[in-house]
């Protein structure tokens, strides 16, 4: 037990000085979040619109720039958290290699890697939460940041993965990128009015927007729905964790022969 808390503490310790060292991820994080809701609420008219939310029976009524502000922050927070996760994950696999070659074990290891998922998630939804306080009037500021906790945490989850499986960065990056405007898109109220595209509700982001949206421009807070990305963070990471797993380093020539010798 004392390994395992030695080892996830020290772990846990070098991812997050990996995110802070990350300084494209950093200006992400500060700059790319305010600037897309901004854009959001200049490119969208203040028209009223009837969305449908499937945590509310009747539709409801509220201005296209409110749930334009809404949808875009959730989209930003989700390329934020994907994109740091992934760029760490991808550029410690050789050190994650070493790290288990010289005896650290697999669980900690992964453990750390998820403990700052949700540090990370929690940051970008507390700033996050209070731009959307500033910009627009927020009815419950709990349950948006709730929300965007989780979006952060499915697709840090998903950044984890990616950054375990593919071998370049570019690769990781478009498709990041891609399942983020994918799923954002065909959750947006203000694009997807009717929202009853097949299969919407089994993206990352179905259960936050509606759990964001319901409580941001409504009276109503439907908990239950934030807990569905939950799900899919915990399955990103037990697969993070069967690729790690199933991820034997090899030792080195050098090494090999140092025992041969040795011996």
Not at 22 to 46: E, G, H, K, M, Q
Request: glycine share 8%; with cysteine.
């Amino acid at each position: 037990m004392r390994l395992f808390c030695t080892a996830f503490t020290q772990l846990l310790r070098c991812t997050l000085l990996g995110h802070l060292r990350n300084r494209l991820a950093l200006v992400l994080a500060v700059a790319f979040i305010p600037v897309w809701i901004t854009v959001a609420r200049l490119c969208t008219s203040d028209q009223v619109v009837r969305i449908s939310l499937d945590t509310i029976s009747a539709p409801v009524s509220a201005p296209a720039g409110q749930v334009g502000q809404v949808a875009s922050a959730l989209g930003a927070v989700t390329m934020v958290a994907g994109f740091i996760t992934f760029t760490e994950t991808f550029l410690s696999r050789q050190l994650d290699r070493r790290l288990l070659l010289a005896g650290y074990p697999r669980l900690p290891m992964l453990m750390a890697k998820l403990a700052a998922i949700a540090l990370t998630a929690a940051a970008l939804a507390f700033y996050t939460t209070i731009l959307l306080c500033i910009s627009l009037p927020v009815r419950h500021a709990a349950p948006l940041a709730l929300a965007l906790a989780g979006a952060g945490l499915a697709y840090g989850g998903i950044g984890l993965l990616l950054g375990s499986l593919v071998r370049g960065e570019l690769e990781g990056f478009f498709l990041i990128i891609m399942l983020s405007l994918v799923d954002t898109g065909l959750q947006n109220p203000v694009f997807n009015t009717l929202m009853d595209v097949a299969g919407v509700s089994a993206l990352p982001l179905y259960g936050v927007t509606q759990l964001a949206l319901s409580s941001a421009l409504t009276p109503h807070i439907p908990w239950s729905y934030g807990l569905l990305t939950l799900t899919w963070s915990g399955a990103t990471g037990a697969l993070a964790l069967l690729v790690l797993h199933a991820q034997r380093p090899s030792r080195s020539p050098w090494f090999r022969r140092t025992r041969v010798q040795a011996g």
